[in-house]
């Protein structure tokens, strides 16, 4: 079936360090993709989508780039900063008859 | 505009208790949905709708757990009897049409604990 992952559980980096988080998907058709955003005490918010038409999206000096190749849905930033910490969810869009399906999420923890 | 709003923010029971939680998505947003998320984990799709109508809920524990939305607008979820491994939150959230590239916007959700 449809399934969506994130191999990282858990990233902790530095103010202005680099960050990329992996995901891969499996379907046989090309959904839309999300990355989703959830701060403690909230529902998951969108950070950003990206649907087949256009590969990339960017929001909030965040940046994912679909690449139906290898399959994979990758989200970086430049440059994060403690605000960043937060879990970050790869989102497999729906089909018709299939519902969104979140990966595992990717917990991000920035220290000054 | 409102956003998903979810009722009670938490909840303490004991094994066996029952509990409902109540949902009122964005107006106007036709699919609403009820996840289950365990602590430390993704949210995990329970139940869907469409207007009024089940869509998906072959993830619904359906001995303990029902979900109705009997007008297309507001919902309840609730668990009969419940156990410790129901602790979770579960989050509600909403979206029009449900298509592939619409975004879901979720409520706060409930924390439940079971003791």
């Known amino acids: 079936g449809d399934s969506v992952t994130q191999m990282q559980g858990q990233v902790t980096l530095s103010e202005d360090d680099f960050l990329f988080i992996n995901c891969t998907y499996s379907?046989?058709?090309?959904?839309?993709l999300f990355w989703y955003v959830q701060y403690p005490g909230e529902g998951p918010q969108l950070l950003l989508k990206?649907?087949?038409?256009?590969n990339k999206g960017i929001s909030r000096g965040f940046e994912a780039t679909y690449d139906k190749g290898t399959t994979s849905f990758h989200l970086q930033k430049a440059s994060v900063q403690e605000s960043d910490s937060a879990v970050y969810y790869c989102?497999?869009?729906?089909?018709?008859?299939?519902?969104?399906?979140f990966g595992t999420g990717t917990k991000l923890q920035v220290v000054p | 505009e409102a956003g998903v709003t979810q009722s009670p923010r938490y909840a303490v029971l004991q094994e066996g208790q029952a509990v409902s939680f109540w949902c009122d998505p964005i107006?106007?947003?036709?699919?609403l949905y009820w996840y289950q998320q365990p602590r430390d984990q993704g949210p995990q799709l329970l139940v869907y709708?469409?207007?009024?109508?089940?869509?998906?809920n072959s993830q619904l524990p359906s001995d303990r757990f029902s979900a109705v939305r009997p007008k297309g607008t507001n919902s309840t979820l609730k668990i009969q009897s419940a156990k410790q491994g129901d602790t979770a939150t579960y989050l509600c959230?909403?979206?029009?049409?449900?298509?592939?590239?619409?975004?879901?916007?979720f409520g706060k959700g409930t924390r439940l604990t079971v003791v």
């Open positions: 959230a909403s979206s029009f049409l449900g298509q592939s590239n619409t975004e879901v916007f």
């Open positions: 379907t046989t058709w090309y959904p839309t």
């Open positions: 990206v649907t087949t038409a256009n």
């Open positions: 989102v497999l869009g729906a089909n018709s008859g299939t519902y969104q399906r």
């Open positions: 107006s106007g947003h036709d699919t």
């Open positions: 709708f469409r207007d009024e109508a089940v869509i998906d």
